[in-house]
């Protein structure tokens, strides 16, 4: 007995088949498919309706070839809710299984470097001699070694490319929760619940048969449910304050409103479901989930809920932005990331060479409101100090009129000259400022790597070299052969217990 089952849960299913017996090969003709975790299956049927013309089809076909079929349909769907908390279960555990067929590649990767690297360590750097005695086995074994050096990328590859489709996967997945592709998904289910709407009166009208009014009637209702589950959802985050959506009660014409990405526009009408913009180019018009803050009467406020605050200062936190975001492109003017970089430095009472990361100690980086205001705060004193370098006063001549911001970084580079200290006796609490380099000219300071230290791993040995980690406090961490050198400040050695201070 073949059992074709349909339910929303599971979607259609075909039962009672085993491999040979020619059931798959019709089945296949009207869409079905086979896995090794469903087994033969409809694609695309969950959470779905049944598509009884395939079903119906496949059945015939199946009877006519001699085998007894059992069609069992069930078209009850589940709650909006269940069906979601479905949908995220099987892409967390989609984005599992890919996060552990990555850790399974990059360990077969790891095994295929480790038998190249013992390979040609026992080659120990010879070339091939055709002329040796022993030329077809030094061969035979470079060609072994080769062929697990090949292996080795292969996997590492594939590990990169799991590793990236299990973060589309989640990402993916928090997407849908994003509160504005939410409202664009209530949208889109209005309208798809007036077109049922439409399409049942349409039948009743013309007096079509009772089944096909009531699948008419279910799809409506369905469609309602999942309408009232997702305003259920802007709801919860509108009453905790997460998420307010713009409405006409809170725009008003002449107005001017940020438009995604697009910039900011004047309002020149609000309607019921967006606005219309004074603009002849495109956009001409914004729907709700695309209007991102408002301006009026010199404020600004990035949400419904949010505080507002002064134009002037939004103006110059976006230019600022603007500027930082030019400074890492190659613009053709290269002095645009000079003056940035400066700018930065002499608001924080910095020298001109400090490191990157220098800066970003003093860059507070959490959403609590006095954090917010102190990023606004610096993105305006930045752009006041890039403005002066542009009209043309030099850096050093600022340096002694600039008034230093009192924000108090994470940590300071301590003065002066530091001790050169081997990676591997580098200790926790030691400042790193940077490392070593050996050039023509003769040593240069590399501060890419650069702060105070928080851990140091054990000397391991890799390749037939000594290496250690460095952690830094920030999270940064870097592999270093045991033999370089860094310029370090030693961290301070406590005071003995009754010794002077």
Request: a neutral charge; aromatic letters at 6%; charged letters at 30%.
């Amino acid at each position: 007995m073949i059992t074709i089952y349909h339910d929303h849960e599971d979607g259609t299913i075909l039962l009672g088949s085993h491999r040979g017996d020619g059931v798959y090969d019709i089945a296949h003709k009207h869409g079905f498919r086979a896995s090794r975790q469903v087994g033969v299956y409809l694609p695309g049927s969950r959470d779905r309706d049944a598509r009884r013309h395939r079903i119906d089809a496949c059945a015939e076909e199946l009877r006519a070839n001699g085998f007894a079929v059992d069609v069992t349909i069930d078209d009850q769907w589940r709650p909006a809710a269940v069906r979601e908390a479905a949908r995220d279960e099987r892409a967390d555990e989609r984005a599992d299984r890919l996060d552990t067929a990555a850790v399974a590649s990059a360990r077969r990767s790891e095994a295929a470097r480790a038998t190249s690297d013992r390979i040609f360590a026992a080659v120990n750097g010879e070339p091939p001699k055709p002329d040796h005695y022993n030329y077809r086995r030094d061969m035979a074994t470079r060609q072994k070694g080769w062929a697990a050096d090949e292996r080795a990328s292969d996997q590492s590859a594939r590990a990169v490319t799991l590793s990236q489709r299990a973060d589309a996967v989640r990402a993916h997945a928090n997407a849908k929760d994003d509160p504005r592709a939410i409202m664009r998904r209530v949208e889109r289910l209005k309208a798809d619940k007036r077109a049922a709407e439409r399409e049942l009166a349409e039948a009743l009208r013309a007096g079509c048969a009772q089944s096909y009014l009531d699948r008419c009637q279910r799809t409506v209702d369905r469609l309602a449910e999942d309408i009232g589950c997702q305003e259920a959802k802007l709801a919860e985050r509108e009453a905790a304050g997460e998420f307010v959506a713009w409405s006409p009660d809170n725009l008003a014409k002449g107005d001017l409103v940020r438009v995604e990405s697009y910039g900011w526009f004047r309002i020149a009408r609000v309607n019921r479901k967006s606005v219309s913009l004074d603009h002849r180019d495109y956009p001409t018009k914004a729907t709700w989930d695309q209007v991102r803050g408002r301006r009026r009467d010199g404020w600004q406020i990035d949400a419904p809920n949010a505080t507002p605050w002064p134009v002037s200062t939004a103006k110059a936190v976006t230019r600022w932005q603007s500027l930082e975001t030019e400074a890492t492109r190659d613009s053709g003017d290269p002095t645009i990331p000079a003056r940035v970089r400066a700018a930065i430095r002499l608001v924080h009472g910095l020298a001109l060479d400090a490191a990157d990361a220098e800066v970003a100690a003093f860059r507070p980086t959490g959403s609590e409101p006095e954090h917010v205001q102190t990023r606004r705060r610096l993105m305006v004193a930045y752009t006041g100090v890039y403005d002066r370098l542009t009209a043309g006063e030099s850096a050093e001549d600022l340096q002694l009129s600039v008034e230093t911001d009192p924000v108090e970084p994470l940590w300071r580079m301590p003065s002066g000259e530091p001790d050169d200290v081997r990676c591997d006796r580098v200790k926790p609490g030691d400042v790193v400022k940077g490392m070593w380099d050996n050039e023509r000219g003769g040593r240069v300071l590399r501060d890419g790597f650069c702060g105070p230290v928080a851990s140091v791993s054990e000397v391991r040995s890799m390749d037939y070299r000594e290496w250690v980690t460095i952690t830094l406090a920030d999270g940064t961490s870097c592999d270093f052969r045991a033999g370089w050198w860094l310029a370090v400040y030693p961290a301070p050695t406590p005071a003995l217990a009754g010794a002077p201070t």
